[in-house]
């Protein structure tokens, strides 16, 4: 990601558990069919590796290419596929509007949960189309924000999603950014390009667990936190009254949660 920009959610712990939770199963699915042993791929804004220790298994004994703009976090990348038994991963910290490869490096090119957070996410896929070889695949999925659902209704997470949305467009991000991958797609010049969704969904009394859990704890500490009460965009009694209202979304036995994501899978 760019210097350019600032990370709205930072990399404290509870975002770095929650992006750890990600395997190209549940995040990457729509990739996968394009996926050949032998392929050379590059994963950028690749945070803590769990979605590249997978796509290195799928097309090993191809090479992967593991970017993110945090020097730290690709330092636990690299441990995690040390401990997973995972090979063939490069590591490298890279801005994405700026790639350090040459033309036609690489057979696919992954993004997730990353141009929504960039500068320019037009430029940052003409970089990811320009190191990709004729015929390759540049795949890239981003949420939309405004696009989550709940139920039951809580004040506090209308609040919570308000909020998120200031702080994300104070850093030059765009948290509707799901919907406007094709826009940005064609812009960048790529014209066979295929879209889709996919969502993520919490029901189960643990999976309400661990999102509300997670929720409860970035609001008040993460750099999400940090950035709204820097800006005024929030108190710190209105961010302890939002992660309340997480802990009790969490709680609720009829609590369902569901994220939906733009998806497009562009070829070069």
């Given at each position: 990601m760019s210097g350019k920009a600032t990370y709205t959610h930072g990399f404290h712990s509870s975002v770095l558990r929650s992006h750890s939770w990600r395997t190209a199963a549940n995040s990457a699915a729509y990739l996968v069919p394009e996926l050949k042993?032998?392929?050379q791929l590059l994963d950028v804004g690749c945070g803590p590796g769990t979605i590249t220790a997978d796509l290195a298994r799928l097309v090993a004994p191809g090479r992967v290419t593991a970017v993110d703009s945090s020097a730290e976090?690709?330092?636990?990348?690299?441990?995690?596929?040390a401990e997973a038994g995972v090979d063939g991963i490069v590591f490298a910290t890279a801005d994405v509007h700026a790639l350090p490869y040459p033309d036609d490096s690489f057979d696919v090119v992954h993004a997730h949960q990353v141009l929504q957070?960039?500068?320019d996410p037009v430029q940052a896929l003409r970089e990811m189309r320009r190191v990709c070889r004729p015929g390759g695949v540049v795949a890239a999925r981003d949420s939309d924000y405004a696009a989550f659902t709940w139920f039951p209704a809580r004040p506090e997470l209308d609040e919570w999603n308000a909020l998120y949305h200031r702080v994300a467009r104070s850093n030059g991000g765009e948290p509707e950014a799901g919907r406007m991958l094709r826009s940005w797609a064609r812009a960048a010049g790529f014209e066979e390009i295929h879209s889709g969704s996919g969502t993520w969904c919490y029901a189960s009394d643990e999976e309400r667990a661990w999102w509300g859990g997670m929720w409860a704890e970035r609001i008040t500490s993460s750099g999400i936190a940090a950035q709204a009460l820097a800006e005024g965009f929030a108190t710190e009694d209105e961010l302890r009254r939002i992660s309340a209202?997480?802990?009790?979304?969490?709680?609720?036995?009829?609590?369902?949660?569901?994220?939906?994501?733009?998806e497009v899978l562009c070829r070069a």
């Open positions: 042993p032998g392929q976090v690709l330092a636990q990348a690299e441990r995690a596929a957070h960039v500068a209202g997480w802990s009790g979304w969490a709680a609720d036995p009829d609590g369902w949660f569901s994220v939906l994501h733009g």
